[in-house]
């Protein structure tokens, strides 16, 4: 499922996909299978929930049964059931033909049985970790700069009806270029334009940049692609989504004006 080498697959999972089915999703604050739905929605992904026993969850798609869930919400489907009740809804699931890309057991849950029937499916299985606390050790707490930008990034891109680069490694990279150009200039300017120290000039290098939806329009991307438009990402023969240019976080660190 992940052609990268050398990199985390559970931060892959994060960067790759942004939908989230929560199966067994409570109504009741303070109860984590409530709170770590609510943390992630917050947190820019979008949430989905099943339960039987409820219209509206987190004011999300609330629906009765995993079969009901359009399939192109099935990214990251995260269990909070007990764990005799796995194997069933694994079943459930191979029947329908529906698969998810992540089957996630939240913690004090495991099953060799689903791993058993969709490791051979390309779903990456995860077992006894909270989803949550996977999240936030890994960005979250890490860098809150990186993170904030990621969860805008995210939030922004399903509101225009773009898809953020489907490519980890490329979107960790621009991600991390705007952070570090936040952390150095105070702003969130385009890591692949060289700003001028013109304030007014150097707002349209802002994320989003000026440029952005024309860029989007006429190449099917914003310039250094974090932005794609999701009917040409999948083009045959199109521009691979890591061959874009990073050109400022290329010119030497002397050569950039200091902050604005
Ligand atoms: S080119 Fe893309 S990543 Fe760069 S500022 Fe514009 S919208 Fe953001």
Not at 59 to 64: A, E, K, L, M, Q
Not at 85 to 92: A, M, N, T
Not at 95 to 106: N, T
């Amino acid at each position: 499922m992940f052609p990268l080498e050398n990199h985390d697959p559970i931060k892959e999972v994060f960067l790759r996909y942004s939908r989230i089915v929560f199966v067994g999703c409570s109504r009741t604050e303070g109860k984590p299978s409530h709170d770590i739905p609510r943390l992630m929605k917050e947190h820019g992904f979008e949430v989905a929930c099943v339960n039987p026993h409820a219209e509206s969850i987190l004011g999300s798609p609330t629906f009765g049964d995993i079969l009901e869930v359009p399939e192109e919400f099935l990214e990251i489907l995260v269990v909070f059931r007990p764990p005799e009740e796995v194997p069933r809804l694994v079943d459930k699931i191979l029947k329908s033909g529906k698969v998810p890309r992540v089957f996630w057991m939240q913690e004090g849950i495991r099953s060799p049985y689903a791993r058993e029937k969709l490791e051979p499916l390309g779903v990456f299985v995860v077992e006894d970790r909270c989803i949550w606390k996977a999240y936030a050790s890994l960005f979250v707490e890490r860098d809150e700069v990186y993170e904030r930008i990621l969860r805008f990034a995210r939030v922004y891109a399903r509101a225009k009806g773009f898809v953020l680069n489907p490519d980890p490694q490329k979107l960790d990279e621009v991600i991390a270029a705007l952070a570090f150009n936040e952390k150095t200039y105070g702003f969130r300017y385009c890591p692949c334009r060289v700003i001028t120290g013109d304030f007014e000039e150097d707002k349209k290098k802002i994320c989003p940049c000026y440029w952005h939806e024309e860029e989007i329009r006429e190449m099917g991307h914003c310039r250094c692609g974090l932005f794609w438009d999701p009917k040409r990402v999948r083009a045959p023969g199109g521009i691979r989504t890591r061959d874009l240019p990073l050109t400022r976080r290329a010119l030497r660190r002397a050569e950039l004006p200091g902050p604005v």
